[in-house]
C-alpha cells in the first residue's frame, strides 16, 4: 500500500522560504506514469493546486504561484519536495503531498500545517 | 473564487438522495476533460470518491455515482448515512490554469 508521509518546518517567517518534504513508502517516485504532487487547504478554506513533478522530472505549477514555487524529486531518498519563496500570510495553510494518475490524486499524505508568522 | 463552482453546502435527513453539482466552463468539463471527486471527512484528508467522472475506486459503495454534462458534474449520494457528513469536492483540468479544484460542499446529515 502506497503511504506518503510530509516532514519540514511548521513555522515560517514572511519573506522567507518555505521547505517540506514527502516521504514515499510501498513504491517508487520513479514509477513510470505517476507525478507527485503538492496541495495545500488554507485553514477553513477549500484545496489548492500547487503544482507537480513528473516521474522523468518535468514541473508543472499553478500559474500564479509559478515564480515562487519549485518542486523536485530525490530519487535516492525516494521523496520529493516543495519550495516555495518569499511567503506570507496568504500562504498559511495545511500542505498534502500526493500522488497524481491521469491527472487525479489517488493517493494523499495526512497533511502538515504550515504558518506563516513573525 | 474558484473555476469550478459548488455549492457551499447541502443537506438530507438519512436514507435521503441528495446531489452536488459542480460547474465549469468551456476550458475545463465542456472540453472534454475528466471530473474527479474528494471526499474529506472531518479532520482528515482526503481521499479519491469518483474517478472520471463516473468511475468508483475500490471500496467505495455504490450510493455514490458521478456523472457529467456539458459544462457541469454531478454527484450523487443515496440511502444518505450519518458517516457521509463530509466536506466533497470536484477538481478537472482547465486549458488556462492546469488542474482545478471547486470550492467545496459541505454535506450535512440532518
Known amino acids: 500500500q502506497l503511504q506518503l508521509q510530509e516532514s519540514g518546518s511548521g513555522l515560517v517567517k514572511p519573506s522567507e522560504t518555505l521547505s517540506l518534504s514527502c516521504d514515499v513508502s510501498?513504491?517508487?517516485?520513479?514509477?513510470?506514469?505517476?507525478?507527485w504532487a503538492w496541495i495545500r487547504q488554507p485553514p477553513g478554506k477549500g484545496l489548492e493546486w500547487i503544482g507537480y513533478?513528473?516521474?522523468?522530472?518535468?514541473?508543472y505549477y499553478k500559474p500564479s504561484l509559478n515564480s515562487r514555487v519549485t518542486i523536485s524529486l530525490d530519487r535516492s531518498r525516494n521523496q520529493f519536495s516543495l519550495r516555495l519563496t518569499s511567503v506570507t500570510a496568504a500562504d498559511t495553510a495545511l500542505y498534502y503531498c500526493?500522488?497524481?494518475?491521469?491527472?487525479?490524486?489517488?493517493?494523499w499524505g495526512q497533511g502538515i500545517p504550515v504558518t506563516v508568522s513573525t | 473564487q474558484s473555476v469550478l463552482t459548488q455549492p457551499p453546502s447541502v443537506s438530507g435527513a438519512p436514507g435521503q438522495r441528495v446531489t452536488i453539482s459542480c460547474t465549469g466552463s468551456?476550458?475545463?468539463?465542456?472540453?472534454?476533460?475528466?471530473v474527479h471527486w474528494y471526499q474529506q471527512l472531518p479532520g482528515r484528508a482526503p481521499t479519491l470518491l469518483i474517478s472520471?467522472?463516473?468511475i468508483r475506486p475500490s471500496g467505495v459503495p455504490d450510493r455514490f455515482s458521478g456523472s457529467t454534462s456539458g459544462t457541469s458534474a454531478s454527484l450523487a449520494i443515496t440511502g444518505l448515512q450519518a458517516a457521509d457528513e463530509a466536506d466533497y469536492y470536484c477538481?478537472?483540468?482547465?486549458?488556462?490554469?492546469?488542474?482545478?479544484f471547486g470550492g467545496g460542499t459541505k454535506l450535512t446529515v440532518l
Open positions: 500526493a500522488r497524481v494518475t491521469t491527472l487525479l490524486f489517488d493517493y
Open positions: 510501498g513504491g517508487s517516485v520513479s514509477s513510470s506514469g505517476y507525478s
Open positions: 513533478i513528473y516521474y522523468s522530472g518535468n514541473t
Open positions: 468551456s476550458s475545463n468539463i465542456g472540453a472534454g476533460y475528466d
Open positions: 472520471h467522472d463516473s
Open positions: 477538481q478537472s483540468y482547465d486549458n488556462a490554469l492546469s488542474v482545478v
